[in-house]
């Protein structure tokens, strides 16, 4: 009887205590491999961390459902360091999930007390892809007279101080597709720019 053999003749209730645990040593025992992080990581939380309570930035979201495995965790983190900073946050999207995106980006926060219109709004998606980009780049409330949530962009007291990205703190964008988009139309307003994108 050859190895593969016995091997098939093993119990199976053996394999699965294996399994469980394969599992739980790690678990409780951590192997303690060094976890690196990049020169980008660090300049791009440095960027987040100088930013000023009040403080506005715009993230666009042009993520989609297919690709959010890779890219909604960057997000939340990125977010949840805003939010710690008391910074406003606008919230414009290329992709066509990108509002219901928002609503569950924002939604933990409203319910603890963040105001919507005043700590972050959800400007919604915005079709057309980078010509969307240069629009509201150029006039965000020209490109988005309404909200997402139906609201004139005129009112909101998010908006009032800010016509154009070169009137933020800083860009963030998060993507499933690529970088080039963005960069070539939103680097002209001299803003600083960060970026999320899918692992390929």
């Known amino acids: 009887m050859d190895f593969f053999e016995k091997l098939g003749q093993i119990d199976n209730r053996i394999i699965y205590v294996l399994f469980i645990l394969a599992i739980l040593i790690p678990l409780v025992t951590p192997l303690g491999l060094p976890v690196s992080v990049s020169q980008h990581t660090k300049q791009a939380y440095e960027v987040i961390d100088s930013l000023q309570p009040g403080d ?7 993520i989609s459902y297919s690709g959010a495995g ?6 939340v983190a ?10 406003n946050v606008i919230f414009t999207g290329v992709q066509m999930d990108s509002s ?3 609503e569950d980006l924002i939604k933990p926060y409203e319910e603890v007390g963040k105001q919507y219109g005043v700590d972050f709004c959800n400007l919604g998606y915005l079709a057309g892809g980078e010509n969307a980009i240069a629009a509201y780049a150029k006039d965000l409330k020209k490109a988005y007279p309404l909200d997402f949530r ?4 005129d009112i909101l007291p998010i908006l009032q101080n800010v016509n154009s990205v070169k009137d933020a703190k800083m860009f963030i964008f998060f993507s499933t597709q690529n970088a080039d ?3 070539r139309q939103i680097s002209e307003y001299r803003v600083p720019i960060v970026g999320g994108l899918i692992a390929q």
Do not use: A, C, F, R
């Open 56 to 62: 506005t930035v715009i993230i666009d979201i042009g």
């Open 70 to 75: 890779d890219v909604l965790p960057q997000t």
């Open 78 to 87: 990125m977010l949840k360091h805003l939010m710690s900073k008391d910074v």
């Open 100 to 102: 219901k995106i928002i």
């Open 150 to 153: 139906g609201n004139s962009t």
């Open 181 to 183: 988009m963005y960069v």
